[in-house]
């Protein structure tokens, strides 16, 4: 497995595109994401140290050819169970500070108590971590989990890919209703899986807005040690 970064842009009304920051993602040796195995690796402590070998190796080679790179890393739910992951998060926040930010996902529901996450995050935020919410309105990212956030998070995720299967009119229907929420308390909003110049045009010139996604794919980065 390695890392890819792939980038999240400010798109103007004239289509040019800046890149704001990174998503660090994982994929295996077909360019793809790992699947369920690698997900339930992350439920154990071998698949962890695994996790945080390759995430450092990743972090450095990407922060030390560029220092103002902006990267947000993936955490899964279940992996905040583990000293070992606070304490790579800490060794992280030290040497790359700001740089760093924590993206929360929502592929593996959370098996412990219901304040369990609530409390996690705010130990993310403790160790002094820019925290996004992904996936907003799939898994455990609801509404209600992430209006308990508000204190603490600054940034949603809305994947179209959600909406593969609904027609273009209900998709818009949800992007505008989670915008409409995250301009009232002055979230920045992404917008995922951008895949045509139809959709990326739709959302350009919103300042709200940024967008990630298959279309503007060609600027993915792979940051290598030289």
């Given at each position: 497995?390695?890392?890819?970064?792939?980038?999240?842009?400010?798109?103007?009304?004239?289509?040019?595109?800046?890149?704001?920051?990174?998503?660090?993602?994982?994929?295996?040796?077909?360019?793809?994401?790992?699947?369920?195995?690698?997900?339930?690796?992350?439920?154990t402590?071998?698949?962890?140290?695994?996790?945080?070998?390759?995430?450092?190796?990743?972090?450095?080679?990407?922060?030390?050819?560029?220092?103002?790179?902006?990267?947000?890393?993936?955490?899964?739910?279940?992996?905040?169970?583990?000293?070992?992951?606070?304490?790579?998060?800490?060794?992280?926040?030290?040497?790359?500070?700001?740089?760093?930010?924590?993206?929360?996902t929502?592929?593996?529901?959370?098996?412990?108590?219901?304040?369990?996450?609530?409390?996690?995050?705010?130990?993310?935020?403790?160790?002094?971590?820019?925290?996004?919410?992904?996936?907003?309105?799939?898994g455990?990212?609801?509404?209600?989990?992430?209006?308990?956030?508000?204190?603490v998070?600054?940034?949603?995720k809305?994947?179209?890919?959600?909406?593969?299967?609904?027609?273009?009119?209900?998709?818009?229907?949800?992007?505008?209703?989670?915008?409409?929420?995250?301009?009232?308390?002055?979230?920045?909003?992404?917008?995922?899986?951008?895949?045509?110049?139809?959709?990326?045009?739709?959302?350009?010139?919103?300042?709200?807005?940024?967008?990630?996604?298959?279309?503007?794919?060609?600027?993915?980065?792979?940051?290598?040690?030289?």
């Amino acid at each position: 497995m390695y890392n890819i970064f792939q980038p999240i842009l400010s798109v103007d009304q004239a289509m040019n595109a800046e890149i704001d920051t990174y998503e660090m993602l994982i994929r295996n040796n077909n360019g793809e994401f790992p699947g369920i195995n690698f997900l339930h690796s992350l439920t154990t402590q071998e698949g962890n140290d695994a996790w945080i070998k390759a995430s450092r190796k990743s972090l450095k080679n990407a922060l030390n050819e560029q220092k103002n790179r902006k990267i947000y890393i993936n955490l899964e739910p279940c992996q905040m169970k583990f000293e070992s992951i606070w304490r790579f998060l800490e060794e992280i926040r030290e040497a790359y500070h700001d740089h760093v930010a924590i993206e929360i996902t929502e592929r593996r529901e959370t098996i412990h108590s219901l304040d369990y996450l609530d409390r996690e995050i705010q130990r993310l935020k403790k160790v002094g971590f820019e925290l996004a919410i992904d996936d907003v309105c799939a898994g455990s990212n609801s509404y209600a989990f992430i209006k308990r956030q508000l204190k603490v998070v600054s940034r949603i995720k809305l994947s179209l890919l959600l909406f593969k299967d609904e027609d273009y009119e209900l998709m818009m229907s949800f992007v505008n209703a989670w915008l409409a929420f995250a301009k009232k308390h002055h979230l920045t909003f992404v917008i995922e899986g951008i895949s045509n110049r139809q959709l990326a045009k739709k959302f350009a010139g919103n300042p709200v807005i940024l967008q990630q996604g298959f279309y503007w794919g060609k600027g993915t980065a792979y940051f290598n040690e030289e």
